[in-house]
Structure formats: structure tokens, C-alpha cells
């Protein structure tokens, strides 16, 4: 069952700029990993956010987690037309078995 | 990183045939594997947990007698598609997960089904 929602679904935006995406959750979790998807690929992680932890950075990439609202949000900065691609988050609750969001469609116009 | 390969990436097939797909984790021993659904431009959906050396874990409303899996190894999972159907046709990921928690999930290329 999906338990994550990903606001916004699709979002379009000049090269530089940066782009925000939003992650909500139903249940308690151990982890949230945010991945990437190319049109017809496998997904590629991106970043690991622990329960305990409330902020993420890693290159361009910043990930905040707030626990008590069940949310999360992925920050790209300075966008480039190579980051066009899907962007899912997903739930680790335990079990080893990964909860995916809805994703956000993310287009980075030349 | 560790690598997941998936094959085929593509495959067409006729209504009532069987359809296998493989996946292997390439630099990793894999305990566990992860078969996903994606329909276009939907997230994945979870179908069943493959667990090697014993019976995979269906998500509900996932039918075992369809979609059968096999994990034989700890580097290689099977999905088989059963008589396939046209509603069958969609994208298939199949993910693993090294020895460790919290881990990233490593996926497969993916392999997209069309039942015709």
C-alpha cells in the first residue's frame, strides 16, 4: 500500500532556480529516502534521512524531516536540465520493505 | 554502489503466455528482494517480498497463482508472469537490500511487460 503523498505531483521550473518537493506520511518510521527515476529507469538513491535526524545535506541536495508532522521536504539547488526526472520518497518502517510516495515530476526548462 | 541487474528490460508477449523476469544483485548477497508495479507516471507499487529459500510475501490483492517468485539464491530472484493478460502489461522493478539497517535499496533497471 502507498502511504506517502508528494506534493507537488509536477513541478516546472527555470534552470538555477531550485526546486521544492514535499513528502507526507501516515506511520511511524525508522528512516525516509528520497529517490530519483528517469522516464523508463530504475530508481536511483539520492539520500537517507534518519527518524532521529531533522536535516540532511549532501551536494546539492538538502532533505529536512519533521517527525511530528509526518513530513519531509527535498530541496535541489540551482537546478540543471540534467535533474529533470521523477522524485519519490519512500518509508522505511521496518521490515526492509520501502513505502513509496506518489512522486513529483520535476521539469527543468533550458 | 552496489548493482542490481534486471532482465529483460523489455519483453512483448501473447496474451496466455508465461513471462519470467530475473533479477540478480551483481556485487551482494541479498536476503531479501523487492518486486514493484509502476503504471505510467504512477509511483511503484509494492507486489511481494521475496525472501530467499523460502515462500515470497504477497501484498494484498496480489495474486500468488499470477505472479510467481522465486528466490533460489542469495543473488538471484524470479518473477513469473502467468498467463499473462493485457491488463498484465505494465513496468516491473525489482530492488534488493544489502546486509545493514538503515540501507538504501538498490534497483534494477526495470523490465517493461506488454502482453499483446
Known amino acids: 500500500s502507498q502511504q506517502g503523498e508528494e506534493d507537488p505531483q509536477a513541478l516546472s521550473i527555470q534552470e538555477g532556480e531550485n526546486a521544492t518537493m514535499n513528502c507526507s506520511y501516515k506511520?511511524?518510521?525508522?528512516?525516509l529516502q528520497w529517490y530519483r527515476q528517469n522516464s523508463g529507469r530504475g530508481l536511483v538513491h539520492l539520500i537517507l534521512i534518519r527518524s532521529n535526524e531533522r536535516e540532511k545535506h549532501s551536494g546539492r541536495l538538502r532533505v529536512t524531516l519533521d517527525t511530528s508532522k509526518k513530513s519531509s521536504s527535498l530541496l535541489i539547488t540551482a537546478s540543471r536540465a540534467a535533474d529533470t526526472a521523477s522524485y519519490f520518497c519512500?518509508?522505511?518502517?521496518?521490515?526492509?520493505?520501502?513505502?513509496f510516495g506518489q512522486g513529483t515530476r520535476l521539469t527543468i526548462n533550458p | 554502489g552496489a548493482v542490481v541487474s534486471q532482465h529483460p528490460s523489455r519483453v512483448i508477449c501473447k496474451s496466455g503466455t508465461s513471462v519470467k523476469i530475473e533479477c540478480r544483485s551483481l556485487?551482494?548477497?541479498?536476503?531479501?528482494m523487492f518486486w514493484y508495479r509502476q503504471f505510467p507516471k504512477q509511483s511503484l507499487m509494492l507486489m511481494a517480498t521475496?525472501?530467499?529459500?523460502?515462500?515470497?510475501?504477497?501484498e494484498q490483492g496480489v495474486e500468488k497463482d499470477k505472479f510467481l517468485i522465486n528466490h533460489a539464491s542469495l543473488t538471484l530472484s524470479t518473477l513469473t508472469v502467468t498467463s499473462a493478460h493485457p491488463e498484465d502489461s505494465s513496468f516491473y522493478i525489482c530492488?534488493?537490500?544489502?546486509?545493514?539497517?538503515?540501507?538504501?535499496?538498490?534497483f534494477g533497471q526495470g523490465t517493461r511487460l506488454t502482453v499483446v
Open positions: 506511520t511511524s518510521i525508522n528512516n
Open positions: 556485487d551482494f548477497q541479498a536476503t531479501t
Open positions: 519512500a518509508t522505511d518502517g521496518g521490515a526492509q520493505k520501502l513505502v
Open positions: 521475496s525472501n530467499e529459500g523460502s515462500k515470497a510475501t504477497y
Open positions: 530492488s534488493a537490500r544489502d546486509l545493514g539497517v538503515p540501507s538504501e535499496a538498490f
